[in-house]
């Protein structure tokens, strides 16, 4: 169902001053004179295949104290909660990591017996893939786990590819393993290596192993970009379940080895580490989202159009701000209704949070897409996060240039209207086929005029003999584009060009932030 009914999302938003104890590295700066009121350009001068800029130049309108919008101010770049969210930087996640790969090799190093004999030298190598596999399957589950610290300070689109990374050197490692253990016991009984293979299957722990051998070679074909794009969303995800029971199978095979039965300590710290992982994604998978639905009771409150196959969704409930929700993240949404309540779809906030109302807006790209335009008011709603670290604690720039193509507008347009800064700090870019495909045009022009930022619509086919996005054309847009931290947000053949044309603009990758929702 769909309306007209205006919301407080929709209200021109009340003049922007950010702290200065809020703003990353702000020098002092002499007070800037107000300018002189002028008309902004004519929306709609557009020539397709050129960017068009709007420049509003009248200065911020005042606010009576009694003014609506005065009454809910925005504060700049902070989260809802004045408790900071915990975060773990990426650097410390690999340190992590790394350690614990280090001590299963030194736990494999206590163990190993030098010796020159064959056998021995092939049960030694199983030993330690077999090891490291079994270490790198926990890994794995640990970085799907959707732990908030975990999420918010590595991103949910990096956790995604480090993870499909990951899971081709655990099926690596696992495939050395059962190479080397057979050969290992073909030497060491003098068999082939088909009676091999039949002896070590008739061991009930190395038969489990090979089941969940079997599970997870079938989730990383799955997995692979050609086979994925031909199954349903749901088929893959049932596959995908198949990964902990092929890692219960794999323990129960592990306890039964030499290397963590041979000692009590042993066996006590890696069913331990396992007890972890299995609580954390019980905890953060299934309790924490139940918990939420229960505290929160989140359901539709409106539908409405925003043009051609995209809607907004205003979704209400109950201390929606404890949720601690961030411009620029996203929630994984299960909407409780008939071909949607399966799959949990993840979208940006398109707006900050205001009056325990969150805003998602969604453009028709498939099945479950166009299904989201026919939700109607009070369906209940169940929300997974907030998950996501395009926030403003990457920012470390005083300037900021914000570059969305398509409907990756969404998270940058709460991040236009949140992120700290004076006139001219915050630039964004929008780039569209034409100005129909432009979603809430509206609301970045009135952000625009309030703050007095920069916003460029560049309108033109992809394919056009003009590129907008290359490094001349933002070079000319953004004169000190090199001095910028970049926002990223769009399509993927999009972002990986514009992510080349920022790198040959003189943009340091570290300072270009993007997520990735193919990967999230």
Known sequence: MTTEASHPLYVPLAPLTAPRAEEPRRRRRPPVPPARPAEPPAAGSVRPAEPVATRPARPAR??????????????????????????LAPGRLRAGVAAGA????????????????????????????????????????????????????????????????????????????????LCGH??????????????????????????????????????????RRRLRHETWRAVHLGALLAAALGFVHQ???????????T???????????????VWYRIVVPVRAALRHDLRVAEVRDEGPGVVSVLIRGRGVDRLRAEPGQFFRWRFLRRGLWATALPFSLS?????????????????????VRRLRPGTRVLATGPFGALTAHRRTRRKVLLLAGGVGITPLRALFETLPGGPGDVTLLYRASDSSSVVLREELEAIARERRADLHFLLGPSDGSFDPLAPRALRNLVPDLAAHDV????????????????????????RIHSEDFDHA
Not at 273 to 278: G, I, L
Not at 351 to 371: F, M, N, S, W, Y
């Open 102 to 181: 280090g001590a299963v090799g030194l736990l494999w190093g206590l163990q190993a017996r030098p010796s020159a004999r064959l056998d021995v030298l092939f049960a030694s190598g199983a030993h330690l893939t077999g090891l490291l596999a079994g270490y790198g399957v926990l890994v794995l589950l640990l970085l799907m786990a959707r732990i908030p610290a975990v999420e918010h300070g590595v991103g949910a689109d990096r956790l995604a590819r480090r993870h499909a990374l990951g899971g081709r050197y655990v099926l690596g490692l696992i495939a050395a393993h059962a190479v080397l253990a």
């Open 62 to 87: 005042s606010v009576r104290p009694t003014d609506p919008v005065a009454a809910r101010p925005v504060r700049p770049s902070a989260a809802p909660s004045a408790v900071p969210a915990l975060r």
């Open 267 to 281: 066996r006590w710290l890696w069913s331990l580490a396992h007890a972890v992982v299995a609580v954390l994604l």
């Open 351 to 371: 707006a900050p949070v205001r009056d325990d109302t969150l805003r998602i807006t969604v453009k028709a790209l498939g099945d479950h897409t166009r299904r």
């Open 186 to 227: 073909a030497v060491h009984t003098h068999a082939d290596l088909v009676t091999a293979a039949g002896d070590l299957l008739s061991y009930g722990a190395i038969a489990a192993a090979t089941a969940g051998t079997a599970l997870l070679v079938a989730v990383g074909i799955t997995s692979a970009r050609s086979v």
């Open 255 to 265: 306890l039964a080895g030499p290397d963590i039965a041979g000692g009590l300590l």
């Open 487 to 510: 926002y990223l947000c769009g399509p993927p053949a999009m972002a990986r060009a514009a992510t080349a044309s920022l790198r040959r603009a003189g943009v340091p990758a570290s």
